[in-house]
Nanobody
Framework: QIQLVESGGDLVQPGGSLRLSCAAS????????MDWYRQRPGKEQELVAA???????NYADSVKGRFTISRDNDKNTVYLQMSSLKPEDTAVYYC???????????????WGQGTQVTVSS
């Protein structure tokens, strides 16, 4: 069974930094795109940052210059380095990945359980 496990969410002061991690495990053949989404209170889920298997990245305008997405393909892990955090970054952050399983070579969408990031003084 393929799982995504996130870690790193915490309470941080405005202007602070935080790094989220998301590790994929299980019977994995390959991992394609890996993304971070967030759901802010009272808002719809939104794409924060994405990285493809070749390392190409894409960011929401609201986080450009402050957040950096990266991945370690050997560990099937994606990271989100968040800096200059603002109260409006408060949200539950979800990891998503398109993974080809090692049994049937089917591509599927997988989600983490979510990790809470709270930016407050």
């Amino acid at each position: 069974q393929i799982q995504l496990v996130e870690s790193g969410g915490d309470l941080v002061q405005p202007g602070g930094s935080l790094r989220l991690s998301c590790a994929a495990s299980g019977n994995i053949f390959s991992v394609n795109a890996m993304d971070w989404y967030r759901q802010r209170p009272g808002k719809e889920q939104e794409l924060v940052a994405a990285i493809n298997s070749g390392g190409g990245t894409n960011y929401a305008d609201s986080v450009k210059g402050r957040f950096t997405i990266s991945r370690d393909n050997d560990k099937n892990t994606v990271y989100l380095q968040m800096s200059s955090l603002k109260p409006e970054d408060t949200a539950v952050y979800y990891c998503h990945a398109e993974i080809i399983d090692g049994s049937h070579w089917y591509a599927g969408d997988y989600w983490g359980q979510g990790t809470q990031v709270t930016v407050s003084s």
